[in-house]
């Protein structure tokens, strides 16, 4: 991984204190002190709308399914083209943790 343009001490801390959660409890207590309601909702758009991008939905499709606005949905596949992979590398794992958790029939 390359190191972010965005990288200082303070930041460094958050991400710390971040990977110190344990479950999704822990990350509902933390995110709901951390974040307004508004903000933590962007996130989760976000992670939606990179989602449907990578399987090739429509912006319509989107916007209809998440609400996200054609700004949102614009930023979010600049992310995928030209960002840091954060998307990917999240969406991946994503996808690998829920082929493991629910394992195909043979």
Known sequence: MTTSKLKDPALDRLF???????????CYCFFEDICTVAEMKALAQRLEVAKMLEQDATYTHIAEKTGASPATISRVK????????GYRLILQRLREKKSVDSPQAP
């Open 78 to 85: 600049r992310c995928l083209i030209y960002g840091a992979d």
């Open 16 to 26: 710390e204190a971040i990977l110190q959660l344990k479950d999704e409890d822990e």
